[in-house]
C-alpha cells in the first residue's frame, strides 16, 4: 500500500512539475493586473481545486525562469502590511507562448484521454 501511495506522489510531483509554468502563465494571462507570488498562490488553489496547490516557494523559481526568457515582466512595488512585493504580469510574448501553450496541452491531454478511454473516438 505505501508503495501505491509513493508511486502517486511521484507521478502527481511529476505532472504537477511538467504544468506549473503553463499554468502560472494563464493565471497572469486571465489577470487584469499584476500580481504577486502570494495572490498567483492562492488563485492556482482556489481554480485548481486544489489538485494545483503546493509550496509557494516552489512557485518563485519559475516564475524568474519566465521572467528570464521574456515571458514575464516584474516590479517591486510597496505593501500596505510588511515589505516590498514583486508583482508580476505576462508580456506580449509571454501571451504568444500562452497560446501556443495551450494548444499543445489540448493535444497531448486529448491523445491521453484518447489512450485511456481505448482508442475510441
Known sequence: M?????????????LSSGTVS????AVLGLSRQPMYGYQIAKRLEETGEGVLAGKQSAL???LRNLEAAGLLAS????????????YYRI???G???L???VAAWKA???SVDNVLQGGVS
Open 2 to 14: 505505501d508503495d501505491s501511495v509513493s508511486q502517486l506522489k511521484k507521478f502527481q510531483k511529476e
Open 22 to 25: 503553463l499554468v502560472l502563465l
Open 60 to 62: 518563485y523559481p519559475v
Open 75 to 86: 516590479e517591486v512595488g510597496p505593501s500596505v502590511s510588511g515589505p516590498p512585493r514583486r
Open 91 to 93: 508580456t506580449k510574448p
Open 95 to 97: 501571451r504568444e507562448v
Open 99 to 101: 497560446r501556443e501553450w
Open 108 to 110: 497531448t491531454r486529448d
